[in-house]
């Protein structure tokens, strides 16, 4: 079974300031991974995903993330903060070709 | 309606007591997908449906709990005889199911259940 290690439960950030959020994964084969947000009494949703090819993966409300098969990670960023980042933001893994598997998830606060 | 809707946002019932989750899929969807997010345990997979089968149930924790999809479109989870430990939120997903795995799951908001 795949797994999925987010680094920090809490990540607290200026507004303006750059924003990183660590995942890495366990997979015996190549993996499909994703990045969720999840904004307060709302569902999850998808901010990117990365299948194949290029490995820098460019999302919605300016985020990114880059496919590291060496290091196994899928690290989300986005150079400048805004009030509205703030959510809980979950990566996951496709486990088989149907099940997500999830981190712990990490919450932002974005501070003015 | 355009993305994926549940039914009822919350619910609250007494233990012991059995309640339906409702899931309304996106329109064309074929597969549909019931996750668990809950604080001790995060976001687990309950069970995945492709049209109206369930090949997979491994995901669901007790045999108090079953799920059922007709007509390839709205699919109900019910848990009987309720514990407090069922307390959670319980999410859906729609999916078109591309080949290659490459699909993207569409979330639905969640209801919130409390078991008292």
């Known amino acids: 079974a795949q797994s999925v290690t987010q680094l920090g439960s809490h990540v607290s950030v200026s507004e303006g300031a750059l924003v990183l959020l660590r995942c890495n994964y366990s997979?015996?084969?190549?993996?499909?991974l994703f990045w969720y947000v999840q904004y307060p009494n709302q569902g999850l949703q998808l901010l990117l995903k990365?299948?194949?090819?290029?490995?820098l993966v460019k999302g919605i409300n300016g985020f990114e993330a880059e496919f590291k098969k060496s290091e196994t990670s899928f690290h989300l960023t986005k150079p400048s903060a805004h009030m509205s980042d703030a959510a809980e933001y979950f990566c996951a893994v496709r486990d088989n070709d149907y099940k997500l598997s999830f981190g712990a998830g990490t919450t932002v606060t974005v501070r003015a | 309606g355009a993305g994926v809707s549940q039914s009822p946002s919350n619910k609250v019932t007494e233990k012991g007591k059995d309640v339906e989750l409702r899931c309304d899929p996106i329109?064309?969807?074929?597969?549909l997908y019931w996750y668990r997010q809950s604080l001790g345990q995060g976001l687990e997979f309950l069970i995945y449906f492709q049209g109206n089968s369930a090949p997979d149930k491994s995901g669901l924790p007790s045999d108090r709990f079953s799920a059922e999809r007709t007509g390839g479109s709205v699919s109900t989870l019910t848990i009987q005889r309720t514990q407090q430990e069922d307390s959670a939120v319980y999410l859906c997903a729609s999916s078109l199911r591309l080949a290659g795995f490459a699909d993207t799951q569409y979330f639905g908001p969640g209801t919130r259940l409390t078991v008292l």
């Open positions: 997979s015996s084969v190549p993996p499909y």
């Open positions: 990365y299948t194949t090819g290029a490995t």
């Open positions: 329109s064309g969807h074929t597969a």
